[in-house]
């Protein structure tokens, strides 16, 4: 038995995945829609304008390569009523990388089948909806992405390291979150000198170094989301608990509030025992889960939060704790693994009942329908298109310009 497992991992590993992912919300992928601003802000701009300044102006105060890219094909090649198609492959190719990076690739974090699917699992159970397949919030995907790569062993296979490369530039250039990785590039070549540290150093530092110029640019010429700006001190401690320590349960703010103010003590803990044992093979995770964390606060709109900006954090939070776990052999690691292992369990049964359940907020019949949509605005050529998540309070709509023949 277990050597048909073994044979067939792969086939399980990835039809397990998407067996999951089409049962969360199969809605999306029979009618697919654009997502906030995937229609109202990328698709608009490149439908309205030429491809040269589509692909030269920051739209979100930061350059969104792999959005420029999308919306660019989108609006050359495909027509209005299936523009969202495109856009929807897209946003599952993103989200599908980590698992392809785990499943190749190698790190004390995934070098173990029970190790790759426990971190598949869990990247599942806290996608939150707001980022799920859609293109609009791909960067988050891609820190993630950068993430794997920066804790991952080096690359046997040549088309695997030249595909890290290009994830690392594409990643970067689509948001800040890869580029705060770039530091932890230059430690990780500073502690283990071999050639292909080097080259992911020099890309993550290069790419990243683009985006940060143009980032701080907008910051200081066009910053139209007023980030680092609009401050509320208790409003960012509040988000930084619940969306860095709480396991991004499906709860409330305030009570996820609470659940971080509980874990975070015993993730303390476990950061002392890494630092305390002088486990230099957890460093990296650690280093990043604090820089991340921090970084990624800073960066959210009005500095509160939200669920999409812990989700890098706490995949990474949950590498630690599931290491602790697989740590019980070594000194004084038995009841730091007890505490780890109970939390990853209360974790996993809780996301595995709400999987499903607040699928809700993915995709309602009272959301508009996009090809109905369209037929209203060929009648009227002025009409507005809505979008997904649509309300009365924040209608996300989609305004075309007539184009010359």
């Not at 690739?105 to 599942?124: A, H």
């Not at 939200?306 to 290491?323: D, E, K, M, Q």
């Not at 996009?370 to 037929?375: G, N, P, R, T």
Request: hydrophobic share 45%.
């Amino acid at each position: 038995m277990r050597e048909i497992f073994n044979k067939y991992f792969s086939l399980i590993y990835f039809s397990t995945l998407f067996v999951l992912i089409v049962f969360k919300e199969p809605a999306i992928f029979f009618q697919p829609r654009f997502w906030a601003e995937e229609g109202m802000v990328f698709y608009s701009f490149a439908y309205n304008h030429d491809l040269a300044e589509t692909l030269l102006t920051p739209l979100v105060g930061y350059y969104t390569f792999y959005n420029v890219v999308v919306s660019s094909f989108q609006s050359t090649f495909i027509s209005v009523e299936n523009a969202p198609v495109i856009s929807t492959i897209a946003g599952l190719i993103v989200q599908l990388i980590p698992f392809i990076l785990i499943f190749y690739s190698s790190s004390i974090y995934f070098n173990t089948t029970s190790k790759k699917y426990l971190l598949s699992l869990s990247i599942l159970l806290i996608t939150p909806n707001e980022i799920w397949i859609n293109t609009t919030n791909s960067h988050f995907f891609f820190g993630l992405i950068t993430f794997l790569i920066l804790i991952a062993d080096n690359s046997a296979q040549t088309i695997l390291r030249y595909f890290k490369y290009l994830l690392l530039v594409v990643g970067s250039l689509t948001g800040p979150m890869s580029c705060f990785f770039a530091p932890l590039f230059i430690f990780k070549y500073w502690k283990d000198r071999t050639k292909e540290n080097l080259y992911q150093m020099l890309v993550s530092v290069f790419a990243g170094t683009l985006q940060v110029g143009i980032t701080v640019y907008c910051l200081l010429y066009n910053n139209q989301y007023k980030r680092l700006v609009d401050r509320n001190f208790y409003t960012s401690f509040k988000a930084y608990i619940a969306d860095n320590f709480a396991l991004l349960l499906p709860f409330g703010e305030n009570d996820r509030f609470i659940i971080g103010l509980f874990i975070m003590p015993i993730s303390i803990l476990i950061f002392w025992h890494i630092i305390k044992n002088r486990q230099s093979y957890n460093y990296l995770g650690l280093a990043s889960f604090l820089i991340i964390s921090i970084l990624s606060l800073l960066g959210s709109l009005n500095m509160a939060g939200g669920s999409r900006y812990g989700f890098v954090p706490t995949v990474i939070l949950i590498c630690l704790l599931a290491n602790t776990i697989y740590d019980n052999n070594r000194r004084n690691a038995s009841k730091y693994s007890v505490f780890a292992g109970f939390f990853l369990a209360c974790f996993i049964l809780i996301q595995l009942v709400g999987f499903k359940l607040n699928s809700d907020k993915l995709y309602q019949p009272s959301f508009p329908d996009w090809k109905s949509e369209v037929k209203k605005w060929r009648d009227v050529p002025t009409y507005k298109m809505k979008v997904h998540p649509y309300d009365e309070n924040k209608g996300w709509n989609v305004t075309l310009l007539p184009r010359k023949s």
